[in-house]
């Protein structure tokens, strides 16, 4: 059983950066992809980028591309979004997950969840 929780959320201006934590349990968690995901008011939930077992990365989303990282420390349980030069639209509840796969899907799905962090981009 994998536990995931989110930390880091807040409100940030435009042009700002946050890096969001979610710290994974779970005895053999570093054998799986982890994802983070957003889901903005009134839309559906979207994959925005994933970090595999072997750390490699997979973007979901085309507009974070150049501003949004993904990294991962085995020593401290926890996966990492570096977000850069945020944006308004890039408000939302962002969650990270995991589909207990070792390589990144395709498509973006998760079978085990955090509970979410609110970001706020906003002047």
């Known amino acids: 059983q994998l536990q995931l929780v989110e930390s880091g959320g807040g409100l940030v201006q435009p042009g700002g950066s946050l890096r969001l934590s979610c710290r994974v349990s779970?005895?053999?968690?570093?054998?799986?992809?982890i994802g983070w995901f957003r889901q903005a008011p009134g839309k559906e939930r979207e994959g925005v980028l994933c970090?595999?077992?072997?750390?490699?990365?997979?973007y979901y989303e085309d507009s974070v591309k150049g501003r949004f990282t993904i990294s991962r420390n085995s020593a401290e349980n926890s996966v990492y979004l570096q977000m850069n030069n945020l944006k308004p639209e890039d408000t939302a509840v962002y969650y990270c997950g995991t589909d207990l796969r070792a390589d990144c899907s395709s498509t973006p799905y998760a079978v085990y969840w955090g509970q979410g962090a609110q970001v706020t981009v906003s002047s």
């Open positions: 779970g005895h053999t968690w570093y054998y799986y992809a």
């Open positions: 970090s595999s077992s072997s750390g490699g990365s997979t």
